[in-house]
Structure formats: C-alpha cells, structure tokens
C-alpha cells in the first residue's frame, strides 16, 4: 500500500472531538490521583494510628523530679532489664520498684551534684560493660555509683578520727522482774556472758553473748536497735550495771497468753474450741492481769481490748471464735492450753516464741570509757552511712516529683494507667 493511500485512511478528527478526548483525558487523570490521595490519605492514617499507639506513649513523661522528665521509653527500657528472665506474674512488683528506682536516683542525682558529686555517661557505661549489662541497667548503676562516691567523698570525711566512746555489756529481757531475777544470778558469781547468751531476746547482743565492744554512741542504736543502751552507758561512770531499763518499742521473739474457753463446739464446729485470748509481753504482766480478772472481777475482754498485742485480733474483746486443734494459725502451745480448759476457765500465761511482742527491759553494763577513742573503719564507714541516710531523706522531702506511672491515664484509648501499657511492652501484647 502506497503512503499516500495510508495517509488518507488516517481519521481526521474534528475540533469538538478533540476537545471531548481532551476532557476524558483530564477526567481520567483526576480520578487516577484522586485514587493515589485517598491510598495516600489511608496510609497516612493508618500510620498515625499506629504510631500513635505504639510510639506515642514512649515520648509521654511518666516521672518528673524538679521539672527533669523520665519518659515511657526509659522506663519500659529499664523494666525490661531489670525483669528479664523473672516470673512475669512477679512483673507489677518490678515496675513498682523500677519506678521508685528512677525517681529516687534522679533526685540523688540532682541532690549531689548541689555538693560537687557527678557520675559521668561515660562511668555508667564503662561499668556496663565490665559487668555485661545492657543500657537498661543505666539507672541502677548510676545509683550505685553515686551512693559510693557520696560516702567516700562526701560523708566519711565528714566523720572525726576520734570521739568519746563506751565499752558495754547488755541484755534484752522480757520485764524488770527477768532483770532482777538475772542481777541475782550476776550476783551469786554466773557470767553475764552465759546469761546474755542463754536469755537475751535481742538477737546481736545473744550473738555477741552480750559483749557489744567500745563504740561511739550512735553506733550503739545501729547494732541494737534501740538507744536505750546507749544513753545509759553515756550517762554513768564505767563499772556501772544498771536496773532494769524499760524499752517499750523494741520488738521480740515471744509472747504470753492468756486464754478463756467460751464454749466447747457442737454441729459443724464439733471437736473445736470457742475462744477469747489476748497476747501479752511478759510473763510478770500475764499474770498481773490473769490476777486482776480472776481475783479482782475485771472484764477479760476490756483488757484485751486494752493490752492485747494480738493485732489480728482487733478491737473485740480479743474473741478469736472458734479454733480446731490442727489449725496451722496458732501454735501447739496455744491449742494445748485451748483444749485443757474448762468453759469459763482463763489458763495461765502460755509462753509462745511463734509471736512478736514490743516491750521490756534492758540490763547494761558499762565495761569501759575513753572520752577520745579512735574510730574503727566499721563504726566510720556505719556513722557515715547514716549521716548520708537521713541527708537523702532530705533530698526526698524536698523534692518535687510528679510519677504518673501509676496514675489512671488513657493510652491508646483504653482507661488504665501507664504503668500496665508498659508491662504489656515488656512482656508482649
């Protein structure tokens, strides 16, 4: 076929179909874009939606110290470590602690930095890596870093070379009558080293066989839990034994009931014992008060009321209704005395080493004194840790933290506080 014969087989087209295919072409390439910006329109979407589920809430603040914000992300990173390879049902007990943690390290940080003591990044992660843990571990390690350089630098320079100290020898016991029972028994020539030993209910000086060593005075609370001791020794002249010296907050292992059978039980309660009983700190005041109800008419349960140191039993007239004799809430000496009495009957004390009571008496001696003794590394580095104890709980009082963590809070739409999304991140959704 010739060109020319192609040439006019070519249709030509008119201005108004031009004009038609034109406008076809345009709608065409509106709808194709408008299908990109809705595609775009839904990825966009569907990208906020996700970022706002599950990276937003990593930029939140979730503890504030003094205007210094801990953020989600460090506070997920730093549970995740710190819970790795732990029971996850324990997890909620670590996200408790992980908070405490970096709240309490933040206003360390800032409380010693007032007094020239840094860490720097580069001490943590040097630490990181000696002890191969992973950056989450950052927080803790900080902490530790910070308490140490706090006491070498700070606090135990602060602690004299020498201070007046006293050597003494003491005994917890139960009541001023125990302590006169045992100045007797001193007094027939025994050791009061045998009797600490055998009798104190204090368990360093039992250890120590009451032997507690030359010390200044504040070393004497840590070692014995009381000060007692210590404002007696500072207070009188060396070979001095003491009376009795009553000391109502110590704690110790033991007890003396006292107990009135109400009714024996019938039916469903057959075989068990209907109680009233109270829990006493001596054996000299179980009996006083046995003798104020039985002789002198005395309500049992007013008493109880009044003195009981059984806290489960509260305020009832120390009722503690019915109890079986294989109950594992009360020891055997408790159900042995139970179960021997007549109705009515209240028994006498019954000594129980199962329960804790507050209260007795201390028997000191003042063995030795030296007004400008020097300290020993242990009594300095224990003064200093105290001096540093209550210089952070000052820091704490005075600090201004605002924790979320636990706080109701709504995250990813869902009512609930922050600290579950981020176990949820730990552990997996």
Do not use: C
Request: glycine share 8%; net charge negative.
């Amino acid at each position: 076929m010739s060109k020319k014969q192609i040439e006019k087989m070519q249709k030509e087209y008119t201005k108004p179909q031009l004009s038609r295919w034109q406008q076809q072409k345009k709608r065409q390439r509106i709808i194709m874009f408008s299908g990109i910006a809705l595609i775009a329109v839904v990825i966009i979407g569907l990208f906020t939606a996700w970022f706002m589920e599950e990276q937003w809430p990593y930029y939140k603040t979730v503890i504030n110290v003094n205007g210094e914000k801990i953020t989600m992300r460090q506070y997920v990173n730093t549970l995740k470590a710190m819970s790795e390879g732990q029971d996850e049902n324990l997890i909620y007990n670590y996200a408790m602690q992980v908070d405490s943690l970096m709240a309490q390290t933040e206003i360390l940080k800032q409380a010693a930095a007032d007094v020239n003591i840094t860490v720097t990044n580069e001490e943590v992660n040097t630490k990181l890596k000696e002890y191969n843990l992973t950056e989450g571990w950052a927080t803790y390690i900080r902490m530790q870093l910070l308490s140490g350089k706090m006491l070498e630098e700070y606090f135990i320079p602060q602690v004299p070379a020498t201070v007046e100290q006293r050597d003494i020898e003491v005994m917890f016991l139960e009541s001023d009558a125990q302590v006169n029972a045992i100045r007797a028994l001193l007094d027939e020539g025994q050791s009061f080293a045998d009797l600490a030993a055998q009798y104190s209910l204090d368990d360093y000086s039992k250890n120590q066989k009451g032997a507690i060593g030359m010390h200044p005075k504040e070393i004497f609370i840590n070692l014995l839990g009381s000060n007692v001791p210590g404002e007696y020794a500072f207070s009188s002249d060396t070979g001095s034994l003491s009376q009795g010296r009553p000391d109502a907050d110590k704690e110790k292992a033991v007890g003396y009931w006292l107990i009135m059978l109400i009714e024996t039980g019938t039916g469903e309660y057959e075989g068990q014992a209907n109680v009233r009983a109270m829990l006493l700190g001596s054996e000299a005041e179980a009996n006083q008060v046995r003798k104020d109800i039985v002789e002198n008419g005395q309500d049992f349960g007013t008493i109880a009321d009044e003195k009981s140191q059984y806290s489960s039993g509260g305020k009832n007239g120390g009722l503690i209704g019915f109890v079986s004799e294989d109950s594992e809430i009360f020891s055997a000496a408790f159900k042995n005395a139970a179960f021997s009495l007549e109705i009515g009957e209240i028994s006498q004390p019954v000594k129980d080493i199962t329960m804790t009571t507050k209260g007795g008496s201390w028997l000191i001696k003042v063995v030795g004194a030296d007004s400008d003794a020097a300290i020993s590394d242990e009594d300095k580095n224990t003064i200093a840790n105290a001096l540093f104890e209550l210089w952070f709980l000052s820091a704490q009082a005075n600090a201004v933290v605002v924790d979320s963590i636990s706080a109701t809070d709504v995250i990813n739409g869902n009512e609930g506080a922050p600290i579950f999304w981020a176990i949820s991140k730990v552990i997996g959704d």
